[in-house]
């Protein structure tokens, strides 16, 4: 998806190691997600930003940590990865600007976790 | 709180059939958007169409439409014409519009599989 961009893309942790996920959109958005996939879950919210500066808990915020320094930057941590965070990340993005017909909410292509 | 529910964990449908994907809603937002997107093998999520709450036609996007229906919350799409290339998770979601800040919450979706 041209516009929003997660990296790394692939990623191995060992139990307790930190990283950080970066998802980066060039779009001028101001509202950016953050979702893990897990099967038979679909897509679950982890944390949101409706803006700079702002950050909000989603629906499993327990683990992560996020920051909105820049308008177009989204970073997802994990302090102390553990097994149980080994998903599928799925940034997203949209403004709340566009026309009529243009409410398409924008995703990365998925950022692979494993945590051993 | 707002919640999509697809109840139909897998579907098959033949080649050139048309097939119908559930999805429930509930949410007390006044306004809201719902949408489907597609997420084949390959990971990557796919906008298919969307449905504001206030639009007084259903959506139509080539050989997807999306079956609105407000008084029983639900937002059905229908795929006319299956293709192989159909094959692929779809999920159904939502976004609400209130304090919630415009949060975007998915369904478990539903694995279809079209056949020759």
Known sequence: ?????????FRVLKTGQSMTLLCAQDMNHEYMYWYRQDPGMG????????GEGTTAKGEVPDGYNVSRLKKQN???????????QTSVYFCASWTREQGAGGNTIYFGEGSWLTVV | AQKITQTQPGMFVQEKE?????????TSDPSYGLFWYKQPSSGE?????YQGSYDQQNATEGRYSLNFQKARKSANLVISASQLGD??????????????????????GTQLKVEL
């Open chain 1, 1 to 9: 998806n041209a516009g929003v961009t997660q990296t790394p893309k």
């Open chain 1, 43 to 50: 897509l679950r919210l982890i944390h949101y930003s409706v």
């Open chain 2, 45 to 49: 999520m796919i906008f298919l169409i």
């Open chain 2, 18 to 26: 048309a097939v119908t994907l559930d999805c429930t809603y509930d």
């Open chain 1, 74 to 84: 989204f970073l997802l941590g994990l302090e102390s990865a553990a097994p149980s």
């Open chain 2, 87 to 108: 094959s692929a998770m779809y999920f159904c979601a939502m976004r609400g519009s209130t304090g919630g800040g415009n949060k975007l919450t998915f369904g478990t």
